[in-house]
């Protein structure tokens, strides 16, 4: 494992005085930091083995010059965000629910993120009190809207003070019942989860969810798990998301040993995202097949506590759909063939023929009829 660092690791110069590259890689890998952020936190350079070139925690976090070509499909704005964005730090897509966008910095920087062209240092960090005002007011104003997603940037990076008054904010609208924050910190910086942070993400009347992004069963160091134990512990479910990675998880082995170290931790996984087409992410994504029979094999050897959704969220920001393997087809007349987990396949019957309703039956309504 390489040697422990007091400080995150901002640039090649400071990943080649921690071992982390050779001295020859910096000044391609200059040219990458130029453009997209990088940063180590010392929780994540402490798991990364320098003596292994596939190393799948170096491949997340440390730069790579495959960063500079852009292939077919890529885009600054992968998901659609901007489309949806009636106002700053906001992304309104789906009916019953809004992304509210507090920071855009992280403590890490992942190499593969599908907001890389939006979050990083050179920018505003977080959202001004004017523009949280109006964010807080288009959700005041939209009783549809159930639930808030914090999401950015990685919300944890902000303190406690500042997380307690946007959540204080969130809960005193009658209509929002569900605040969910996603982030990387119990993995990437776990001390962060203080006391005071877990206390400010609870709020009177509501249900906050955590949801962590994690994606090697090696992020699930001693020092995670206990960092997620102090939100369980607390009542604050957690799930999981994570992304499907070439060279990281994309085998049946390591996947499987990622989502069970999940539940035996109490996190139950939620979605396994589809890698998005953010520019200069070729190298780390998978085929959909290949996920596709990932999740078969998840399917044929684990609990179904450990299945997540496999989710493409479609470019041009038409939302997230789940593109997971089918098991049921129709077959011949109205019956379907289904498969079992170890590929059987079997036939199931088609529905019973609805019996006429009687003649005055209170089951049937005039209206029925218009
Ligand atoms: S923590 Fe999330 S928002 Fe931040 S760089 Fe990683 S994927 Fe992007």
């Excluded at 969220?313 to 987990?341: C, M, N, R, T, W």
């Amino acid at each position: 494992m390489a040697r422990q660092t007091a400080a995150s690791l901002r640039d090649p110069a400071a990943l080649q005085a921690a071992g982390l590259i050779p001295r020859d890689r910096l000044g391609e890998l200059e040219r990458v930091a130029a453009r997209y952020a990088v940063s180590l936190t010392p929780d994540v350079a402490a798991l990364i083995d320098p003596s292994d070139p596939h190393d799948p925690i170096a491949r997340q976090f440390v730069p790579d010059a495959a960063e500079l070509r852009m292939h077919d499909g890529e885009a600054p704005d992968p998901i659609g965000d901007d489309a949806h964005s009636p106002v700053e730090g906001i992304v309104h897509r789906y009916p019953d629910r809004v992304l509210l966008k507090l920071v855009h910095v992280c403590p890490v920087y992942c190499r593969f993120c599908f907001r890389r062209e939006m979050v990083g240092p050179g920018r505003r960090q977080s959202l001004s009190r004017a523009a949280l005002a109006t964010a807080l007011d288009y959700i005041r104003t939209r009783p549809a809207v159930w639930e808030v997603i914090l999401t950015g940037g990685d919300p944890l990076i902000l303190s406690p003070r500042r997380l307690r008054e946007a959540l204080r904010a969130l809960g005193a609208i009658e209509h929002v019942k569900i605040v969910r924050v996603h982030t990387r910190v119990p993995v990437v910086a776990p001390d962060r989860v203080t006391d005071a942070l877990v206390r400010a993400l609870k709020v009177e009347g509501k249900s906050t969810y955590v949801v962590l992004h994690a994606n090697h069963p090696r992020e699930l160091t001693e020092r995670a798990r206990a960092a997620c134990a102090r939100l369980v512990d607390a009542g604050i479910p957690m799930l999981s998301q994570s992304v499907l990675l070439r060279g990281v998880n994309d085998d049946a082995e390591t996947l499987g040993a990622l989502m069970r170290g999940l539940v035996e931790n109490r996190i139950k996984p939620y979605y396994l995202h589809h890698g998005d087409l953010a520019p200069g992410t070729a190298h780390l994504r998978t085929g959909i097949a290949d996920g596709q029979g990932l999740m078969r094999a998840l399917h044929g050897r684990l609990s179904g506590l450990c299945q997540p959704t496999y989710v493409l969220d479609i470019p041009g920001g038409h939302g997230k759909s789940p593109i997971g393997p089918g098991y049921l087809e129709q077959a011949e007349g109205d019956g379907y063939v289904i498969e079992d987990f170890r590929g059987g396949r079997h036939a199931y019957p088609p529905p019973a023929p609805r019996a006429a309703a009687p003649c005055g039956s209170a089951i049937y309504s005039a209206d029925q009829d218009h």
